[in-house]
């Protein structure tokens, strides 16, 4: 069933708090004594490496900084794990949004050290899923890459994610993390008994009660986000779109996700870079969720209250909405894109998909 493969679930240690990154030094120490911190960028080192180095110095630690504003790519993962070889580092810690959480997974899994994430907002389970993307030179997704080893611990501090990002972020990790119930469901739906999994019906079930949090409570947990004030739904929505989507993500490593909703992100990336520049990866997912609702067989009204939802939260629900062209050929090989990529050999679903994509028009 699992073919010899090992089952990762998650991160050794995930800590959330106001604070959680002066920890960091305490947690690395366990692994070694030189430690390599990969920054997003320069903003984000600014506002973070005040309290990342104080924590590395109070335990007497030799550390490396590095700024890497490349893309998520092969070539990317190697340049790092060279670095990481030439300083001799003992673990990496990545330091950002999902793009440098992602190649501090793959550079680290290349060189064979441990690794840490810091994410400074919650716009993707990045932090905590053990997946990586890897991208090709052309701007299409090349592969999802698989850690070897688990994380070895997440920082998620309150201070960055929640005091210090804009709210869009928090809303794109929402709408992300939200396509993991449909997707699942789509997957055991087309799998049957072959996709009845352990690892597989958990994750359905766990992506369904957090699929429900956010439409319950999502609107409220958006408004407090605004206020910059302290609340549990704060603290439970960050921890669902971190941890919880991350442990999902984990868990379908042991079947087969077939995930429609990230397919039209990729599609988007690889066919349409200006748009793709312009909206956060969570608000293209989120957008195509309708689409999968229909080839899941949900009721009209479900799809169109998902859009209503959506809307209220300032995700784009339409195709103008993003500037997709106006073109019949342009939907059909959007269309034709999404099959390929996420069902083909189901000939049946070719024509869903195509009617699923009315929703977006």
Do not use: W
Not at 10 to 18: E, I, K, P, V
Not at 88 to 112: C, F, Q
Not at 244 to 249: D, K
Not at 309 to 330: Q, S, T, W, Y
């Amino acid at each position: 069933m699992f073919d010899g493969r090992h089952i990762q679930t998650g991160a050794g240690r995930y800590f959330q708090s106001h604070g959680a990154l002066k920890k960091l030094g305490d947690e690395v120490s366990d692994y070694g004594k030189k430690i390599f911190v990969l920054y997003a960028d320069e903003t984000v080192q600014s506002k973070t490496e005040e309290r990342v180095e104080t924590s590395l110095q109070e335990k007497g630690l030799d550390y490396h900084t590095m700024i890497y504003a490349g893309p998520s790519s092969r070539r990317g993962f190697e340049m790092v794990a060279d670095e990481l070889r030439a300083y001799g580092a003992d673990v990496i810690v990545g330091v950002g949004g999902g793009r440098i959480l992602d190649v501090a997974k793959a550079s680290g899994d290349l060189a064979g050290i441990p690794v840490f994430t810091a994410p400074t907002s919650a716009g993707t389970c990045a932090a905590y899923a053990i997946l990586y993307v890897e991208y090709a030179e052309n701007g299409r997704i090349a592969r999802n890459g698989f850690m070897r080893h688990e994380i070895s611990g997440v920082l998620a501090d309150l201070d960055y994610i929640l005091d210090d990002c804009p709210v869009r972020y928090f809303v794109s990790g929402i709408a992300d993390s939200m396509a993991k119930h449909p997707e699942f469901t789509f997957t055991s739906l087309l799998l049957g008994e072959a996709g009845r999994i352990p690892p597989t019906v958990s994750g359905v079930m766990i992506a369904g009660y957090t699929y429900r949090e956010y439409l319950a409570r999502g609107i409220e947990a958006v408004e407090e986000f605004k206020k910059k004030t302290d609340s549990a739904v704060l603290e439970d929505f960050v921890n669902m779109n971190i941890m919880m989507t991350g442990l999902i993500s984990n868990l379908s490593v042991g079947g087969k996700s077939l995930a429609l909703a990230h397919i039209f992100y990729d599609a988007i990336c690889y066919k349409y870079h200006e748009i793709r520049a312009n909206f956060l990866h969570g608000e293209l997912v989120g957008m195509a969720l309708p689409v999968q609702l229909y080839i899941n067989g949900c009721p009209e009204e479900e799809i169109y209250g998902l859009q209503e939802f959506l809307r209220a939260l300032n995700v784009p629900v339409k195709l103008h909405e993003i500037g997709f062209p106006d073109e019949p050929a342009a939907l059909e090989d959007l269309a034709e894109y999404l099959y390929t990529e996420t069902c083909n050999g189901f000939e049946k679903l070719r024509g869903k998909i195509r009617e699923g994509l009315n929703y977006l028009k």
